[in-house]
């Protein structure tokens, strides 16, 4: 390369830097107040989730308990630590929500009061699964003895029996209230107790207690070994769309012939039963990424067929009591946004809870951005102009004869000097 094209070639590249820095300069103000404005609008909508969340299981072995280990699993691959409350059962899980020490929990039907906790900020995240009402009794019972094939049929037979309705946190004492009004039943008439459902089916099997009321997932061990245990009867609700007629949080389910064991048919019969559902409820204050997350999680954990349900059956919106979220409804109703399956969860948080404001400065910095032109203009020549001041005083001096010649000639060969390294635009 010849030293003149060494010189061309600085000289452009120059320009071009001057170019950049001056457009830099001039647009500086538009980002200034576009970056301001972005992180006024990241600080206020807050769309990155706190990484741990407080969620109310049941007691130690129940199915609440179960699932409350597949939820922390599902929320610790988005580095999502959940912290899981032991409880007495579904009430104490409402309780916990209405007082603010859980985030998330699993409640089931008839426990909320649709109108106050919804104004309390109580949300549902989505309807699980169903939650039978399985009354156990012992098949040397003397009152099912008198019965056709031994078997008990009505909660009226139950009259003056030791019965267990597990503990009052449940929620489970308040439901088998409801059931014995609708046969003119008083809990007085029966002789209650609120054991815990491990405790209660041990008393059962040593004959200390006539039967047990449970409510929960056949997943719980405590159901299954009971379903399998010969000297345990399982209670049908023949009376099954009566109740549920009457209580409308009720559903009526029917356990299938062969479902606990098909070798051993059992249950040897289709069985009619009662069941709740059980919800995932949130707090309104609990972050909205974090409600996100557990109905994404209940996708998985809950959509598979099972004893009560067929296939994608749950998690559903269609029984909830309360309102359901819009994550929730969206994660189960709706239809992923495509960058979730590209991008990581928080990436992809970010892009969702934050577009709004994007477009919208967008928006905004269109009408802003034709002031860049004319301060890249006024940059550009005020790099020239001000040399012209400097000349107009040495014509000044010139013409009024206050200057020496020699000396006017040295400033102008000075300023001939600056001015030829001055780069600006052709235009």
């Known amino acids: 390369m010849t030293p003149i094209q060494q010189w061309h070639a600085t000289r452009s590249l120059r320009l071009l830097l001057q170019t950049l820095r001056d457009m830099m300069v001039s647009m500086g103000p538009l980002l200034l107040l576009g970056g301001g404005l972005l992180v006024a ?30 939820y922390a699993k599902a929320l610790a691959r988005e580095r999502i630590q959940v912290e899981l409350i032991a409880s007495e059962g579904a009430q104490d899980d409402l309780a916990h929500l209405r007082a603010g020490t859980a985030d998330v929990g699993f409640v089931r039907g008839g426990m909320a009061d649709p109108a106050a906790d919804t104004e309390a900020g109580i949300v549902s995240l989505g309807s699980l699964f169903y939650e039978p009402i399985w009354i156990f009794y012992r098949r040397d019972l003397r009152i099912a003895r008198r019965q056709p094939g031994g078997e008990l049929q009505s909660l009226v037979q139950l009259r003056g029996l030791r019965v267990n ?47 047990t009321v449970l409510i929960s997932a056949p997943q719980a061990g405590l159901i299954r070994a009971l379903l399998r245990d010969p000297a345990i009867a399982l209670m049908a609700f023949e009376q099954n769309e009566a109740y549920s007629r009457q209580l409308p949080f009720l ?27 059980t919800a995932l409820l949130a707090r309104e204050q609990t972050h909205p ?3 996100q997350l557990f109905a994404q999680a209940a996708l998985g954990q809950h959509s598979e067929a099972g004893w009560f349900n067929g296939a994608r059956d749950f998690p559903n919106t269609r029984t909830s009591e309360l309102p359901v979220s819009a994550e929730g409804d969206r994660a189960i109703n709706g239809t992923p946004p495509a960058w979730a399956r590209y991008l990581p969860f928080w990436a992809g948080n970010l892009l969702e809870r934050m577009w709004l404001v994007v477009g919208g400065l967008l928006v905004l910095m269109l009408p802003l951005s034709r002031v860049v032109p004319p301060l890249y203009t006024f940059r ?16 000044a001096r010139l ?29």
Do not use: C, M
């Open 41 to 70: 609008a990241y600080w206020w909508l807050d769309p990155q989730p706190p990484r741990q969340v407080r969620l109310a299981t049941g007691p130690a072995g129940s199915a609440y308990a179960g699932f409350g280990e597949g």
């Open 251 to 277: 559903s009526t389910v029917r356990l299938p012939r062969g479902v606990v064991d098909l070798a051993a048919d059992l249950p040897p019969h289709d069985v009619p039963l009662l069941a709740t559902t």
């Open 289 to 291: 990424a974090l409600r």
């Open 165 to 211: 309705v597990d503990q009052d946190g449940s929620g489970v004492p308040q439901i088998v209230e409801k059931l014995l009004a609708l046969n003119q039943l008083k809990p007085t008439d029966l002789r209650l107790s609120n054991l815990a459902p491990d405790a209660a089916g041990a008393a059962l099997r040593q004959g200390r207690l006539d039967a």
């Open 380 to 395: 550009v020549r005020s790099r020239v102009f001000r040399w012209y001041a400097r000349l107009r005083e040495v014509e």
């Open 399 to 427: 013409e009024t004869g206050t200057g020496e010649r020699d000396a006017l000639l040295d400033e102008l060969d000075q300023l001939d000097r600056v001015t030829h390294r001055i780069a600006v635009p052709l235009s």
